[in-house]
Structures are given as structure tokens and as C-alpha cells.
């Protein structure tokens, strides 16, 4: 039985934009920077808020999760877990790169203007993207 060899890049798509759909997204994306692992992270449709100038502030969970904005920010703040935008800001410290969707950015007549200052490497297209993702080296994950 022949071993398959260790990946060991991280590309995570994050589509979501609720906290639940970002949380994980963003803790995956650190643990595997403090691991020493390349990590880009490509925001896509919702998952665009968390990059938006002043929309991460507003950005709530998920019906799904059964929790209100303020009940989930007291059980984050009871568990020691940073804010989305300070959890972002950690994920860049750390070496992620954080890049826009370029596609859903036209779709919603967003601009780089309309982008929070200093989060994004860049903007980027599906196809660029998928030669992230194809990476053999790289573990792909849809969030």
C-alpha cells in the first residue's frame, strides 16, 4: 500500500457571509498559518461582507445556528474568540492571503474602493483561483 504524500497548502473559499460561515473559515485559515502552512483564502459571494468597508461589524449568524447577533458575540466573548475583523486582521498577520472575488465584486457593482483598507492581497478571478486550487500540494475546502 503506497502512502499518499502530505499536502501541505490550504485554499479555503469562503462563500458564506454569516459568523458561523466565517468563523470556521477564518480558524482553519490561522491554525494552518501557525502550522507553517501557505493558506489563501478566496471570499466569494456573502463571504465578500468580511471584506467590505464597514460591514463586518453587522455581519450576523445564520438562522441555522439558532442564535441572535448578541447572544452569539456573548458566547464568543465567554469563549475568549476575537471579533470576525480582528480574527481577518490575525489571518493576515499570520501570512494568509486574502484575496477578493473579482467576478462577484462586478456582479454587485462593487469596486477595490469599496474594500476595507488594507485587508485584500488582491482581487482575483475564478480562473485564477483554480490554479490555486489545483495545486497538488494544497488542501481545498469550500466554506
Same mark, same amino acid.
Request: net charge positive.
Given at each position: 500500500m503506497q502512502l499518499e504524500k502530505q499536502k501541505n497548502?490550504?485554499?479555503i473559499v469562503a462563500s458564506r457571509g454569516t459568523a458561523d460561515g466565517l468563523y470556521p473559515a477564518l480558524i482553519l485559515a490561522t491554525t494552518a498559518a501557525a502550522q507553517n502552512m501557505?493558506?489563501?483564502i478566496y471570499f466569494t459571494f456573502g463571504g465578500m461582507k468580511l471584506l467590505t468597508k464597514g460591514v463586518a461589524e453587522s455581519i450576523?449568524? /445564520?438562522t441555522d445556528l439558532? &442564535? /441572535?447577533k448578541e447572544e452569539l458575540n456573548a458566547l464568543l466573548a465567554k469563549g475568549g474568540m476575537p471579533s470576525l475583523l480582528d480574527m481577518l486582521m490575525a489571518a493576515k498577520q499570520a501570512g494568509v492571503r486574502i484575496h477578493a472575488? /473579482?467576478?462577484t465584486m462586478?456582479?454587485?457593482g462593487m469596486t477595490e474602493k469599496d &474594500?476595507?483598507?488594507g485587508v485584500c492581497d488582491d482581487v482575483i478571478g475564478a480562473s485564477t483561483f483554480l490554479q490555486l486550487a489545483r495545486d497538488p500540494d494544497a488542501v481545498t475546502l469550500f466554506i
Open positions: 497548502k490550504l485554499v501557505p493558506v489563501d450576523k449568524p /445564520s439558532g &442564535l /441572535s472575488c /473579482s467576478p462586478n456582479l454587485f &474594500l476595507a483598507t
